[in-house]
């Protein structure tokens, strides 16, 4: 079986004799040695069968729920009462959406905003440094 490699959660150093250096923080599985098998279908099938039972619930919920009639009688006939409001929950995803697109393109602007200003920069300094060689060259 393969040894595990101890890895330091921190970028610094710590100081000697410090806790730190005793403990690894967690340890690490070397390349192609993580665990196979049994393990692992093991929580495989828990999980499904965690997530079965829960779907199953929930079929069985809605298929038994006659009680509920009455209520859901009176949300509907308020919800035909009030289009504004089925508007707005059909839209909600949409306009979700939307924000989040927004975001990733406001995000997309900085991000070559800033490389403009970093290539702009790197121009600026090129050229300091292009005109003080001239410069010392000239007085030579």
Known sequence: MAQATSIQASATAPAPGDAAV?????????????????????WFLVLNGISSVIAIAIFIGLFYADGMD????????WLLAHPGVTSFFAFSPLSASLLVGWGYGQRAKKRKAAAARAEAE???????????????TASA
Request: hydrophobic content about 40%; proline content about 7%.
């Open 22 to 42: 005793a403990q690894p923080s967690h340890e690490v599985n070397a390349p192609g040695t993580q665990p196979k098998g049994v393990l692992r279908w093991g």
């Open 70 to 77: 009455r209520y859901l009688r009176g949300m509907y006939e």
């Open 122 to 136: 790197r121009a600026a300094a090129e050229r300091v440094a292009a005109e003080r060689a001239a410069s010392a």
